[in-house]
């Protein structure tokens, strides 16, 4: 009696392992600099361009941080800019 109800507990759980191993976040800077891209609207070509030019600027501005707190920071004062 025991047994398979353990059986099925181990079942139930592995299935969930899978489906939250399946469905755990990407890579973060991928997913920003695509946010970027389209709360941007420029073409292809500009947007790597403007997107280091604003780096570069935030890098002087707030020394210290970290590549994806400076694109963070890009991507909400776009969409800040939206609302």
């Known amino acids: 009696m ?30 920003l600099k695509r946010r970027y891209r389209v709360l941007s609207r420029m073409p292809p070509a500009q947007v790597e361009e403007a997107l280091q ?8 501005r707030f020394p210290g941080k970290s590549y994806r707190w400076y ?4 991507v909400t004062d ?4 939206k609302r």
Do not use: N
């Not at 109800?5 to 939250?20: C, E, M, Q, R, Y």
């Not at 030019?53 to 002087?60: C, H, S, V, Y």
């Open 2 to 31: 025991i047994g398979p109800l353990l059986a099925a507990i181990a079942a139930i759980f592995t299935v969930l392992f899978v489906i939250g191993f399946l469905l755990s976040p990407g890579d973060p800077i991928a997913e």
């Open 53 to 60: 030019e604003r780096m570069e600027g935030l890098a002087k």
């Open 71 to 74: 694109l963070q920071w890009l």
């Open 78 to 81: 776009l969409e800040r800019a």
